[in-house]
């Protein structure tokens, strides 16, 4: 029996839908990735806050009921589009990434399709590593980076290399 995976859609990141994206709270040690409040990131304008970084660069992922599955984040970069990826917690771990990931390459190379797609991963995270690579970034780089919370720390640049042949279906 095949595994159900969702169909993901991306669509122009709301208020509301970064209110929501705030109060997900990830289990340790993926809690790295839980988000300030939403009244404390529209009071400092930052990241998805900012009124006009929400609009340039992140978008919401929804599944086929519309609701809120994740978000994307498209960092310009010269020639690159660095993308940032985050599901909804209780999705995470399900075997759902690879089509999550894909969807989000897959807008990347509409919105920029002469650039090369990117990302940047904590190497302690199998999890995410494991689904990048399935859909179909390798490993080009290791280097440290300050985390958010201010600690040096190593993190792999992933380069998508192409789309896999089954496009998003998972048996895994």
Known sequence: MEKYIPKFRIVPMDEDHGADICTWRYDSPYDVYSWLPWEQMKALDVEFGNPTLRAEQYASLLDENGELAGFAQ??????????????????????????????????????????EVDLEVLTWNKRAIRAYQKSGFVITDLYEKMTPGGISKPYYCMVFRGLPEDNGTDNS
């Open 74 to 115: 498209y960092f310009p970069l010269k020639g690159v589009t660095r993308i940032g990826v985050g599901m909804r917690p209780d999705l995470c771990g399900h075997g759902y990434g690879k089509a999550f990931v894909i969807a989000i390459v897959e807008e990347a190379l509409r919105r920029k399709p002469d650039n």
